[in-house]
């Protein structure tokens, strides 16, 4: 599945099936997620095989069932944590997705195991991603109109276009989609409205509008 294409069919799945991840889908997951460490500097773990966190209330009163592996999102304190854990959380859903793997991106709704993962002096868990066998491929989610996310209008280059539509499929808390995205002179200004999370959000919508735009980190102003 190419990258474009996981994008447009990930859906978040709350429900899934009780079948262990493919020893060859983890082995290529574990090695994206090394990857990811060593460029965003970050402590992202995968934990699996450790039902209790989704066996609590919280976790029954988000409809979540069935799930036993999900990733922890660990990284040095900072100002730019949560959107660098938004970041590369999102490369590791799509990546999770081309391997034939459902997901959902989770802020409260689990049970903290401390054995589960190591969190290192200074560090700090942001939030973790559900992952496994969906009992659905979940199903898509309304988007806001392009103006009302971005100052696109009739003289934007194309690739801006593209960059925006990708990330309204980009998945936000509550599915709040409180982004800005603004375009000047060649380069992007990205900024989080307020709410929940949005830091986070704001880390999945700018890795969304690299892939569809096809720019990389330079883009940002």
């Known amino acids: 599945m190419e990258i474009m294409e996981a994008m447009q069919n990930r859906h978040s799945v709350r429900q899934y099936i009780d079948q262990p991840i ?31 966190a989704f066996n609590s209330l919280m976790a029954h009163y988000g409809k979540f069932s069935g799930v036993s592996n999900y990733l922890a999102l660990i990284g040095p304190k900072s100002d730019h944590l949560e959107e660098l854990c938004g970041y590369y959380g999102e490369r590791l859903v799509l990546k999770a997705q081309q391997l034939g793997l459902n997901s959902c991106w989770v802020a409260m709704t689990y049970k903290k195991i401390p ?6 002096s200074g560090e700090k868990l942001t939030v973790v991603i559900a992952l496994g066998y969906g009992q659905t491929p979940g199903i898509a989610h309304n988007s806001k109109p392009m103006e009302d996310v971005s100052n696109i209008d009739d003289t934007s280059p194309e690739w801006f276009r593209r960059g ?21 002179t060649d380069k992007v200004i990205a900024k989080a409205r307020r709410g929940f999370y949005t830091k986070i959000d704001l880390g999945i919508v700018k890795y969304h509008f690299e892939l569809g735009s096809g720019k990389d980190h330079l883009i940002w102003q």
């Open 164 to 184: 925006v539509e990708a990330a309204l499929l980009a998945p936000t808390a509550m599915n709040q989609q409180k982004f800005m995205l603004s375009y000047r």
């Open 22 to 52: 493919d020893a060859e889908c983890l082995a290529a997951l574990e090695a994206e997620i090394d990857a990811c460490n060593k460029e965003g500097g970050l402590h992202i773990q995968l934990v699996k095989n450790e039902p209790q």
């Open 115 to 120: 054995a589960a993962f190591q969190i290192g």
